[in-house]
């Protein structure tokens, strides 16, 4: 099914799409293929963000309408234009506006890309129940990716290994049960996150704040890579095909939280980029979780005051936001591997998993010497039973734990 | 009429014989040494002047030339002072018409005729041993340093009038008792693990390393005892053995840094420079080529603490003696190799602040600035360093105590190295071969390395640095087989994990 009826995408006449659509802009008054390609070359304009999309394309009935009226008009509508959009638009009526649009969707192609306009069946359903919505996605993977229930999980570009870790946790509880993690592919916790729920063999989508030709942060390139191998996706706002352009963090942040039911903020200081998507996801009504994080801990000040505020909910364990959510974990816990570990590694095991340490505090708790723990730590991270963060603190893996306690240590 | 005295020079590390010839000839009066004699060279023919004429002899009011053979070998120094001035002496018959002793000539001269000690005697005194001269004469206070040469007379004498009365056959000057290679005793002032709060891994990691040579990074935040740990490895070195000590004291004698009256070397050497250190002060050079730390800590152990903040171009010239023991320096006329094998310590924050990585707090610095900073480390040094432990502050302070001494640590190292002399000759960081030949893995273990390898992402020259670690620490359990757990451990210091 096509979602543009003569009436509009957007009109409320098509019963099925248009009954779940906040209906604010008419449709297009000429063809549907005419109008989409009107919004992917408006939406392609510097200064016009959602709201300003929304707005001109309600003032002028369509968007194909309001490329026919003057630059100066369309810019009266925008509640904050840019210097260039004018010039921007004057560029694209000259060129003619279709050309632009099928320029824009080649460029989005050679990419390995796709274009969903919020008028397209594959346009994500939470994203377009949003009164800001993105009028147009490009989308580099699986678009249907974009379909499941989805949590977010974000955090700092600097986290401490207590971060890291609880990002890991919690993506990979939420990957195993089926659930897409989103992020933003950030440094620091939002690459763990992906990274965690890939190795999970979950499903993950990266919400770029740059277009989906030219991955942001370029560090994280084989990530991403990664990530559309994987049966994920890259969703960005930005148009492809074009050199020039600054990240947009902000409009990014609106869409990851935007994509997903729940955002869980694993570790933020103050003023980190992360608690502006909690703040988008409590804008968007959307539920919000926060990892808190030892009261002296600057990497947690964010978390610890979002929860302090009642504006997050707290999070004590993967499983329980799991459970919060409504969700369970799928697979289901092998107990062979347990049965060949030695003594020492099961001790081991079960301190991990009891809490995790240094080596330092292993030893103390399992009176193990040096040498015995560190070959048993070797043996349990080969075997993906245990897991450290810069060879600091070590911790059992969710795999792990849901063993259970091979041994039982004071 | 022509003399000839025998002398020698160093090159590098080692002495090189010196022939010293002088001719008085009618002219106008002059003295003048050739055979590209450098700077202190030339200025020899005012020392000897005033020496000789300070000893009651007289500079005759000739045409003096004076050669410096081979003459292709640039000279420099004062060793040569005594040589110029006997050559001179007899070269104007004042030793008499006699045949004089054959024998070498090292020191440099007062104005008053003295003799002052030269560095490298010891080189210089092995050089003239070569020359096959039957004995050598060095300043009094140098004796003890040349003596330790064996199988050449060495004779101490005070001034140039003592040399000639020797030459002549006045007065002989008694020949010195062979230096004895001292008992080791242990250094003073070294730190001990005892003192060290926590860090097991970082402390098992030292002990390791020691034991068979292996390098070693610490990284961690400042002010958690990375520095203490390292240098608590000065105390856990086994004493050189007697072959080892006459080498590894020619190096420093060389290098001027020997107590002349204990030349003979027995404690491994421990050398720290400060990250300011040039990149010629670290691996030699120059234009005279002296020895740098490299070659100082031969044998011994190179400690780099901040690591990071060592010049990149100095840290990059340690790739070659890292490699192969050696240090090679190009100079226009030709190559000369230092010996430098030692074991090297290092310890580096993991990031500008120091706190990245930590569990107990957040890492403060730039995005990337993290990256940059480790990008210091080039990768071939990092390839090269073979036991990586990530510190972090210890958390249990109050019931951590009782931690083992270094002295039951050193007990465990002398037995591992006993074990490497007699099975190969050489530490095992020094073997060489295929994958678990080199460390005479068994085949059904080589497959487990090879597989954790691929589990962990590891090199293949990473895993023949796990195999020879897993020998050593075979070899500090007393085992002469390697068993899993000894991999495992060994795969426990693997760079991949603090990254």
Same mark, same amino acid.
């Given at each position: 099914?096509?979602?543009?009826?003569?009436?509009?995408?957007?009109?409320?006449?098509?019963?099925?799409?248009?009954?779940?659509?906040?209906?604010?802009?008419?449709?297009?008054?000429?063809?549907?293929?005419?109008?989409?390609?009107?919004?992917?070359?408006?939406?392609?304009?510097?200064?016009?963000?959602?709201?300003?999309?929304?707005?001109?394309?309600?003032?002028?009935?369509?968007?194909?309408?309001?490329?026919?009226?003057?630059?100066?008009?369309?810019?009266?509508?925008?509640?904050?234009?840019?210097?260039?959009?004018?010039?921007?638009?004057?560029?694209?009526?000259?060129?003619?506006?279709?050309?632009?649009?099928?320029?824009?969707?080649?460029?989005?192609?050679?990419?390995?890309?796709?274009?969903?306009?919020?008028?397209?069946?594959?346009?994500?359903?939470?994203?377009?129940?949003?009164?800001?919505?993105?009028?147009?996605?490009?989308?580099?993977?699986?678009?249907?990716?974009?379909?499941?229930?989805?949590?977010?999980?974000?955090?700092?570009?600097?986290?401490?290994?207590?971060?890291?870790?609880?990002?890991?946790?919690?993506?990979?509880?939420?990957?195993?049960?089926?659930?897409?993690?989103?992020?933003?592919?950030?440094?620091?916790?939002?690459?763990?996150?992906?990274?965690?729920?890939?190795?999970?063999?979950?499903?993950?989508?990266?919400?770029?704040?740059?277009?989906?030709?030219?991955?942001?942060?370029?560090?994280?390139?084989?990530?991403?890579?990664?990530?559309?191998?994987?049966?994920?996706?890259?969703?960005?706002?930005?148009?492809?095909?074009?050199?020039?352009?600054?990240?947009?963090?902000?409009?990014?942040?609106?869409?990851?939280?935007?994509?997903?039911?729940?955002?869980?903020?694993?570790?933020?200081?103050?003023?980190?980029?992360?608690?502006?998507?909690?703040?988008?996801?409590?804008?968007?009504?959307?539920?919000?979780?926060?990892?808190?994080?030892?009261?002296?801990?600057?990497?947690?000040?964010?978390?610890?005051?979002?929860?302090?505020?009642?504006?997050?909910?707290?999070?004590?364990?993967?499983?329980?936001?799991?459970?919060?959510?409504?969700?369970?974990?799928?697979?289901?816990?092998?107990?062979?591997?347990?049965?060949?570990?030695?003594?020492?590694?099961?001790?081991?095991?079960?301190?991990?998993?009891?809490?995790?340490?240094?080596?330092?505090?292993?030893?103390?708790?399992?009176?193990?010497?040096?040498?015995?723990?560190?070959?048993?730590?070797?043996?349990?991270?080969?075997?993906?039973?245990?897991?450290?963060?810069?060879?600091?603190?070590?911790?059992?893996?969710?795999?792990?734990?849901?063993?259970?306690?091979?041994?039982?240590?004071? | 009429?022509?003399?000839?005295?025998?002398?020698?020079?160093?090159?590098?590390?080692?002495?090189?014989?010196?022939?010293?010839?002088?001719?008085?000839?009618?002219?106008?009066?002059?003295?003048?040494?050739?055979?590209?004699?450098?700077?202190?060279?030339?200025?020899?023919?005012?020392?000897?002047?005033?020496?000789?004429?300070?000893?009651?002899?007289?500079?005759?009011?000739?045409?003096?030339?004076?050669?410096?053979?081979?003459?292709?070998?640039?000279?420099?120094?004062?060793?040569?002072?005594?040589?110029?001035?006997?050559?001179?002496?007899?070269?104007?018959?004042?030793?008499?018409?006699?045949?004089?002793?054959?024998?070498?000539?090292?020191?440099?001269?007062?104005?008053?005729?003295?003799?002052?000690?030269?560095?490298?005697?010891?080189?210089?005194?092995?050089?003239?041993?070569?020359?096959?001269?039957?004995?050598?004469?060095?300043?009094?206070?140098?004796?003890?340093?040349?003596?330790?040469?064996?199988?050449?007379?060495?004779?101490?004498?005070?001034?140039?009038?003592?040399?000639?009365?020797?030459?002549?056959?006045?007065?002989?000057?008694?020949?010195?008792?062979?230096?004895?290679?001292?008992?080791?005793?242990?250094?003073?002032?070294?730190?001990?693990?005892?003192?060290?709060? $926590?860090?097991?891994?970082?402390?098992?990691?030292?002990?390791?390393?020691?034991?068979?040579?292996?390098?070693?990074?610490?990284?961690?935040?400042?002010?958690?005892?990375?520095?203490?740990?390292?240098?608590?490895?000065?105390?856990?070195?086994?004493?050189?053995?007697? $072959?080892?000590?006459?080498?590894?004291?020619?190096?420093?004698?060389?290098?001027?840094?020997?107590?002349?009256?204990?030349?003979?070397?027995?404690?491994?050497?421990?050398?720290?420079?400060?990250?300011?250190?040039?990149?010629?002060?670290?691996?030699?050079?120059?234009?005279?080529?002296?020895?740098?730390?490299?070659?100082?800590?031969?044998?011994?152990?190179?400690?780099?603490?901040?690591?990071?903040?060592?010049?990149?171009?100095?840290?990059?010239?340690?790739?070659?003696?890292?490699?192969? $023991?050696?240090?090679?320096?190009?100079?226009?006329?030709?190559?000369?190799?230092?010996?430098?094998?030692?074991?090297?310590?290092?310890?580096?924050?993991?990031?500008?602040?120091?706190?990245?990585?930590?569990?107990?707090?957040?890492?403060?610095?730039?995005?990337?600035?993290?990256?940059?900073?480790?990008?210091?480390?080039?990768?071939?040094?990092?390839?090269?360093?073979?036991?990586?432990?990530?510190?972090?502050?210890?958390?249990?302070?109050?019931?951590?105590?009782?931690?083992?001494?270094?002295?039951?640590?050193?007990?465990?190292?002398?037995?591992?190295?006993?074990?490497?002399?007699?099975?190969?000759?050489? $530490?095992?960081?020094?073997?060489?071969?295929?994958?678990?030949?080199?460390?005479?893995?068994?085949?059904?273990?080589?497959?487990?390395?090879?597989?954790?390898?691929?589990?962990?992402?590891?090199?293949?020259?990473?895993?023949?640095?796990?195999?020879?670690?897993?020998?050593?620490?075979?070899?500090?359990?007393?085992?002469?087989?390697?068993?899993?757990?000894?991999?495992?451990?060994?795969?426990?210091?693997?760079?991949?994990?603090?990254?």
């Amino acid at each position: 099914m096509i979602g543009v009826g003569t009436a509009g995408p957007l009109g409320g006449t098509d019963e099925g799409r248009g009954a779940r659509r906040l209906t604010v802009v008419p449709g297009p008054a000429r063809g549907a293929a005419a109008e989409r390609a009107a919004w992917i070359s408006l939406a392609s304009v510097p200064g016009i963000g959602p709201v300003g999309f929304a707005a001109v394309v309600s003032r002028f009935g369509s968007a194909a309408a309001a490329l026919d009226e003057s630059a100066g008009d369309i810019v009266a509508q925008l509640p904050r234009p840019d210097p260039e959009t004018g010039d921007a638009l004057l560029h694209l009526q000259r060129s003619g506006w279709r050309r632009i649009a099928k320029e824009l969707e080649q460029a989005a192609r050679r990419a390995g890309g796709t274009v969903i306009v919020a008028t397209d069946a594959a346009y994500p359903e939470l994203l377009a129940r949003l009164e800001g919505r993105p009028p147009v996605l490009y989308v580099l993977g699986r678009p249907d990716a974009l379909a499941h229930p989805a949590v977010a999980v974000v955090g700092t570009r600097r986290p401490s290994g207590y971060g890291l870790s609880a990002a890991t946790d919690i993506a990979d509880e939420i990957a195993r049960a089926g659930i897409t993690v989103v992020s933003g592919l950030a440094l620091g916790i939002d690459g763990r996150a992906h990274l965690a729920a890939l190795e999970a063999g979950g499903r993950t989508v990266a919400v770029l704040p740059s277009p989906i030709d030219r991955v942001y942060p370029p560090r994280h390139r084989e990530l991403a890579a990664r990530i559309v191998a994987e049966g994920g996706a890259l969703v960005s706002e930005a148009p492809p095909g074009r050199l020039s352009g600054k990240p947009d963090f902000a409009r990014r942040n609106r869409i990851i939280s935007g994509l997903a039911q729940a955002t869980v903020v694993v570790e933020a200081p103050d003023r980190s980029g992360a608690l502006l998507t909690a703040a988008a996801a409590l804008a968007q009504g959307r539920e919000l979780y926060a990892v808190p994080g030892p009261i002296d801990s600057i990497a947690s000040r964010g978390c610890n005051r979002l929860i302090a505020d009642h504006e997050a909910e707290l999070v004590t364990s993967p499983a329980s936001l799991l459970h919060r959510l409504g969700l369970s974990t799928r697979n289901s816990p092998s107990t062979h591997v347990v049965a060949t570990l030695s003594e020492a590694e099961g001790l081991v095991l079960g301190a991990l998993i009891k809490r995790s340490g240094s080596i330092e505090e292993l030893g103390l708790r399992s009176h193990l010497e040096t040498p015995a723990l560190a070959s048993a730590l070797t043996l349990l991270e080969a075997r993906g039973l245990v897991a450290s963060y810069g060879g600091v603190t070590f911790h059992a893996t969710l795999a792990a734990r849901r063993i259970g306690h091979p041994q039982e240590v004071p | 009429m022509l003399s000839e005295m025998l002398s020698a020079t160093v090159l590098g590390v080692d002495g090189v014989p010196v022939q010293v010839e002088a001719d008085v000839a009618f002219g106008l009066p002059s003295l003048t040494i050739v055979g590209l004699a450098g700077s202190a060279v030339q200025e020899a023919r005012e020392r000897v002047r005033s020496a000789i004429r300070n000893c009651g002899f007289e500079v005759p009011a000739r045409r003096i030339t004076v050669n410096l053979a081979p003459a292709d070998l640039p000279k420099e120094g004062t060793s040569y002072d005594l040589a110029i001035a006997a050559a001179i002496l007899g070269a104007s018959g004042q030793l008499g018409l006699s045949a004089t002793r054959r024998c070498a000539l090292i020191g440099e001269l007062a104005l008053d005729g003295s003799l002052r000690p030269v560095p490298g005697t010891l080189a210089l005194a092995a050089a003239a041993r070569s020359a096959d001269v039957g004995e050598v004469i060095v300043p009094q206070a140098s004796v003890r340093e040349a003596a330790s040469v064996r199988e050449i007379s060495v004779r101490g004498a005070a001034s140039l009038g003592e040399t000639v009365a020797h030459l002549v056959g006045l007065r002989e000057l008694p020949a010195a008792e062979p230096t004895p290679i001292p008992d080791w005793s242990a250094p003073i002032g070294v730190p001990d693990l005892a003192d060290v709060i $926590g860090q097991p891994l970082a402390r098992r990691a030292l002990e390791i390393a020691i034991a068979g040579r292996h390098s070693l990074a610490l990284s961690g935040p400042p002010g958690i005892g990375k520095t203490l740990i390292l240098r608590c490895g000065e105390g856990l070195l086994p004493p050189l053995e007697e $072959g080892e000590a006459v080498e590894v004291s020619r190096i420093h004698s060389v290098a001027g840094l020997i107590d002349r009256r204990e030349p003979v070397i027995r404690r491994r050497p421990f050398r720290a420079p400060h990250h300011t250190v040039s990149t010629q002060a670290l691996v030699g050079g120059g234009s005279r080529v002296r020895p740098g730390e490299a070659s100082l800590a031969h044998r011994g152990v190179l400690m780099l603490d901040e690591m990071l903040q060592f010049r990149a171009d100095a840290l990059d010239a340690l790739r070659q003696p890292l490699e192969s $023991g050696v240090v090679t320096i190009a100079r226009v006329e030709g190559a000369l190799t230092l010996p430098a094998r030692f074991t090297l310590l290092t310890s580096f924050n993991p990031c500008p602040c120091g706190w990245r990585g930590s569990h107990r707090h957040a890492c403060l610095c730039e995005d990337g600035a993290a990256r940059r900073y480790l990008a210091r480390l080039s990768g071939p040094l990092r390839d090269r360093l073979d036991l990586w432990v990530a510190m972090d502050e210890p958390d249990l302070r109050d019931e951590l105590d009782g931690a083992e001494p270094s002295s039951a640590v050193a007990q465990r190292v002398r037995t591992a190295w006993r074990r490497q002399v007699e099975r190969q000759g050489v $530490g095992n960081a020094e073997l060489q071969g295929a994958l678990g030949d080199d460390a005479g893995l068994p085949s059904r273990l080589v497959g487990l390395l090879r597989q954790r390898g691929r589990r962990f992402g590891l090199s293949p020259r990473r895993l023949h640095r796990v195999a020879r670690l897993a020998r050593t620490v075979a070899d500090l359990a007393g085992s002469e087989e390697i068993r899993q757990a000894d991999i495992d451990e060994a795969l426990a210091y693997r760079p991949e994990r603090t990254a």
